[in-house]
């Protein structure tokens, strides 16, 4: 199996930037396909982003393209989420997932715990 925790959430003023990780305990990671999701309260899960496993195919939700990046460096087992122009609406726990394939609505069998996001105005 496949564990993953999440870093280098936290509190930043619209506008901002914040570049989330995620590193995964087994070497099978640079097999699997690596997504991020995230929950606002009282909201579903929404997808974000997701790669494949050398990042030649991405996909991206409306609502983050052109603002967030997802890229991976498997020698280091971790997946990368930058995410630019923040806004209020950004704030959310985000979770990253392995699973086998990418795409937005692929079945993801692994996930982190979440770390929080919180863009103030």
């Known amino acids: 199996q496949v564990q993953l925790v999440e870093s280098g959430g936290g509190l930043v003023q619209a506008g901002g930037s914040l570049r989330l990780s995620c590193a995964a305990s087994?070497?099978?990671?640079?097999?699997?396909?690596m997504a991020w999701f995230r929950q606002a309260p009282g909201k579903e899960r929404e997808f974000v982003a997701a790669?494949?496993?050398?990042?030649?195919?991405?996909y991206y939700a409306d609502s983050v393209k052109g603002r967030f990046t997802i890229s991976r460096d498997n020698a280091k087992n971790t997946v990368y989420l930058q995410m630019n122009s923040l806004k209020p609406e950004d704030t959310a726990v985000y979770y990253c997932?392995?699973?086998?394939?990418?795409?937005?609505?692929?079945?993801?069998?692994?996930w982190g715990q979440g770390t929080q996001v919180t863009v103030s105005s």
């Open positions: 790669a494949n496993w050398n990042a030649a195919s991405t």
């Open positions: 997932a392995a699973g086998y394939v990418a795409s937005p609505t692929a079945r993801y069998d692994y």
């Open positions: 087994r070497r099978t990671f640079s097999t699997s396909a």
